[in-house]
């Protein structure tokens, strides 16, 4: 099971919105409304954020979205703050033997 | 207050073993499946396996299948994971993480992470 498709990196100023992808198939993104995305800062453990492809975690911000076409996934954070910078990963469910699978995180900078 | 905290993790040699654990409190602990997931320091995340509450069903990445062995002890709230035939590549931080809800394939606590390194 090959690990999800997401940009290396990207970056927006403070109160900018800004998107990042994640790609599948249609044996994980594609086919399950099974899609988390997870937020991590250096050195600490991922926190999830968003579940089932646009549901917030209770006590997350609501400039934290998600959405879903065919086989890409879509965390968008508006109103860009500081402490947004971190990494980000998305993941799957696949239905496989391998149950989920991870994107190889985006690096986001708040310019 | 849910807390999830790993030991266990050191340096090996390629081809050797070690066990982790994770004492988990705050929660009760037969209810919930439970999960490791690695990452290499400064790359992305990778799922290794899962437990159900009772013990009864695991499941495992098929990098790790037929080398490690996911356990638990419910009587002492404590995951388990036994890794043999270590190679280069398990070199990782390994997480325990707790499913949320009924779905095993999002986690919504983790531990701080316990660094296993393998190398000669």
């Known amino acids: 099971q090959s690990a999800l498709t997401q940009p290396a990196s990207v970056s927006g100023s403070p109160g900018q919105s800004i998107t990042i992808s994640c790609t599948g198939t249609s044996g994980d993104v594609g086919g399950y409304n099974y899609v988390s995305w997870y937020q991590q800062h250096p050195g600490k453990a991922p926190k999830l954020m968003i579940f089932d492809v646009s549901n917030r975690l209770s006590g997350v911000s609501n400039r934290f979205s998600g959405s879903k076409s065919g086989n890409t996934a879509s965390l968008t954070i508006s109103g860009l703050q500081a402490e947004d910078e971190a990494d980000y990963y998305c993941s799957s469910y696949t239905g496989s033997s391998t149950l989920v699978v991870f994107g190889g995180g985006t690096k986001l900078t708040v310019l | 207050e849910v807390q999830l905290l790993e030991s266990g993790g050191t340096w090996v040699e390629p081809g050797g073993s070690l066990r982790l654990s994770c004492a988990v409190s705050g929660l009760t602990f037969t209810t919930y499946a439970m999960s490791w997931v690695r990452q290499i320091p400064g790359k992305g995340l990778e799922w290794v396996s899962v437990?159900?509450?009772?013990?009864?069903?695991?499941h495992y990445a098929d990098s790790v299948k037929g080398r490690f062995t996911i356990s638990r002890d419910n009587s002492k709230n404590t995951l388990y994971l036994q890794m043999n035939s270590l190679r280069a590549e398990d070199t990782a931080v390994y997480y325990c993480?707790?499913?949320?809800?009924?779905?095993?394939?999002?986690?919504?606590?983790w531990g701080q992470g316990t660094l296993v390194t393998v190398s000669s």
């Open positions: 993480a707790k499913p949320s809800g009924t779905g095993w394939y999002r986690f919504d606590y």
């Open positions: 437990i159900s509450g009772s013990g009864g069903s695991t």
